[in-house]
């Protein structure tokens, strides 16, 4: 990575740095929401970059309250505008510097979901996540399942309710049957949890009956985005049998505003783990194709400040997403632009790495405390659980921002 120099300026530490510059939807009160590129503490108006014939894009692109017409010019197109937007942060004769409207402050707008999401699917790629939920849930001799190893198992989750970060959320109601009950109650969810996840936004779509390769998929994801699965863990237990996970997952998902760019990350490439027994060759790959992402995860009570409860990476994932999108679209499945594709819990192999509640407090048998005493084992009203997430090499740095929800009581 060459060094940059940027002539806006920038706190220490920002996740918005002139190496990231990711894409999102923002508004300001009463004006519609338009797309951005996000620069420290600010966010460039890329319709007004348009207007002044500073990019080779119509402003009705980043007119739009989503960015998949954009997304859908195709990355030769979109990874210009981010290159041109470096270039115009850099040069020293910018014209941007004398064009005060094209810079708005983070603070004074609103985000919005950065795109519409047509479908969603949700993966179960971490290794350790896996086996402990197998652990507590089946059998510890044979956490795994047969299948684990050579299918990078997932469900097709519900589009209709993923919200944008600091969305409020009510507990869900639904049906829980404990193991000292005869028959199922109707209740809210005694056992709420987050999934520490990561998602990719599909960037270019394919026709039924069309595979996407392992040495392909990289042209298809446009970017990355935090992502929290929150989980109703007995609505869970009780429906998911045999068909998998339904109302205990549908009833919200958060995504972080700002979608980062595969191109972004690209020096943050690391090996993935390696995979025994040897995995079809559909779903071989070459290179390196994990990505070597620092993730936190915190809660707060209303009377508590930030407690980190976790800390992972996306590095430890046993399938990365090349292998999800050839698995995906090997049966012929097509993929559209604006699909998000989720890990699964991003779990390592630390206890301090869990990704879910369910594994930090082991099914509930396992409190732990928050800043100001109070134990929990699950969610509980009026929490709020944040999600955090960065790349970082050479003093540059490349982040997400955060997800962020609360837990209101059920309606
Ligand atoms: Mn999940």
């Given at each position: 990575?060459?060094?940059?120099?940027?002539?806006?300026?920038?706190?220490?530490?920002?996740?918005?740095?002139?190496?990231?510059?990711?894409?999102?939807?923002?508004?300001?009160?009463?004006?519609?929401?338009?797309?951005?590129?996000?620069?420290?503490?600010?966010?460039?108006?890329?319709?007004?970059?348009?207007?002044?014939?500073?990019?080779?894009v119509n402003a009705s692109y980043f007119k739009n309250s989503?960015?998949?017409?954009?997304?859908?010019?195709?990355?030769?197109?979109?990874?210009?505008?981010?290159?041109?937007?470096?270039?115009?942060?850099?040069?020293?004769?910018?014209?941007?510097?004398?064009?005060?409207?094209?810079?708005?402050?983070?603070?004074?707008?609103?985000?919005?979901?950065?795109?519409?999401?047509?479908?969603?699917?949700?993966?179960?790629?971490?290794?350790?996540?896996?086996?402990?939920?197998?652990?507590?849930?089946?059998?510890?001799?044979?956490?795994?399942?047969?299948?684990?190893?050579?299918?990078?198992?997932?469900?097709?989750?519900?589009?209709?309710?993923?919200?944008?970060?600091?969305?409020?959320?009510?507990?869900?109601?639904?049906?829980?049957?404990?193991?000292?009950?005869?028959?199922?109650?109707?209740?809210?969810?005694?056992?709420?949890?987050?999934?520490?996840?990561?998602g990719f936004i599909v960037g270019k779509g394919t026709n039924?009956?069309?595979?996407?390769?392992?040495?392909?998929?990289?042209?298809?994801?446009?970017?990355?985005?935090?992502?929290?699965?929150?989980?109703?863990?007995?609505?869970?237990?009780?429906?998911?049998?045999?068909?998998?996970?339904?109302?205990?997952?549908?009833?919200?998902?958060?995504?972080?505003?700002?979608?980062?760019?595969?191109?972004?990350?690209?020096?943050?490439?690391?090996?993935?783990?390696?995979?025994?027994?040897?995995?079809?060759?559909?779903?071989?790959?070459?290179?390196?194709?994990?990505?070597?992402?620092?993730?936190?995860?915190?809660?707060?009570?209303?009377?508590?400040?930030?407690?980190?409860?976790?800390?992972?990476?996306?590095?430890?994932?046993?399938?990365?997403?090349?292998?999800?999108?050839?698995?995906?679209?090997?049966?012929?499945?097509?993929?559209?632009?604006?699909?998000?594709?989720?890990?699964?819990t991003i779990s390592g192999k630390d206890e301090s790495s869990?990704?879910?509640?369910?594994?930090?407090?082991?099914?509930?048998?396992?409190?732990?405390?928050?800043?100001?005493?109070?134990?929990?084992?699950?969610?509980?009203?009026?929490?709020?659980?944040?999600?955090?997430?960065?790349?970082?090499?050479?003093?540059?740095?490349?982040?997400?921002?955060?997800?962020?929800?609360?837990?209101?009581?059920?309606?």
């Amino acid at each position: 990575m060459a060094k940059l120099k940027t002539w806006v300026s920038i706190p220490k530490n920002s996740d918005f740095s002139i190496y990231n510059l990711p894409f999102g939807i923002f508004s300001l009160k009463g004006d519609r929401p338009r797309a951005g590129i996000a620069i420290g503490e600010q966010i460039v108006d890329l319709s007004v970059l348009a207007n002044l014939g500073l990019l080779e894009v119509n402003a009705s692109y980043f007119k739009n309250s989503a960015l998949n017409d954009f997304i859908s010019l195709g990355k030769k197109i979109t990874n210009k505008v981010r290159l041109d937007v470096q270039r115009l942060l850099t040069i020293e004769n910018s014209p941007l510097k004398i064009h005060s409207a094209a810079f708005i402050f983070q603070k004074d707008v609103k985000m919005h979901l950065p795109i519409h999401v047509g479908d969603y699917t949700d993966f179960y790629s971490s290794i350790e996540h896996a086996t402990n939920v197998g652990k507590m849930f089946r059998d510890p001799e044979n956490a795994l399942l047969p299948n684990w190893r050579h299918i990078p198992i997932g469900y097709h989750g519900r589009a209709s309710s993923i919200v944008i970060s600091g969305t409020n959320i009510h507990r869900p109601m639904g049906q829980v049957k404990t193991n000292d009950m005869k028959v199922p109650v109707f209740k809210a969810s005694g056992n709420l949890d987050f999934e520490l996840e990561m998602g990719f936004i599909v960037g270019k779509g394919t026709n039924l009956g069309e595979r996407i390769s392992t040495k392909n998929a990289a042209e298809h994801i446009f970017g990355l985005v935090l992502f929290n699965d929150w989980s109703a863990r007995d609505i869970q237990k009780w429906e998911y049998v045999p068909l998998g996970p339904f109302l205990g997952k549908s009833f919200a998902s958060s995504m972080s505003p700002w979608i980062v760019t595969l191109e972004a990350l690209a020096p943050f490439k690391v090996q993935g783990p390696l995979q025994k027994p040897e995995v079809l060759s559909y779903l071989q790959y070459e290179g390196e194709n994990n990505y070597d992402i620092k993730l936190e995860v915190s809660m707060s009570s209303q009377s508590s400040g930030d407690t980190v409860i976790s800390t992972s990476n996306f590095k430890f994932m046993y399938w990365n997403m090349m292998q999800q999108l050839a698995h995906h679209t090997v049966n012929g499945c097509n993929v559209n632009v604006g699909d998000v594709m989720a890990s699964g819990t991003i779990s390592g192999k630390d206890e301090s790495s869990f990704g879910s509640l369910l594994e930090i407090s082991w099914g509930g048998k396992k409190p732990f405390k928050l800043k100001d005493g109070s134990e929990r084992t699950f969610i509980e009203d009026n929490d709020t659980v944040t999600m955090r997430g960065f790349a970082e090499k050479e003093g540059k740095r490349v982040g997400f921002g955060e997800v962020s929800g609360t837990i209101l009581p059920s309606k």
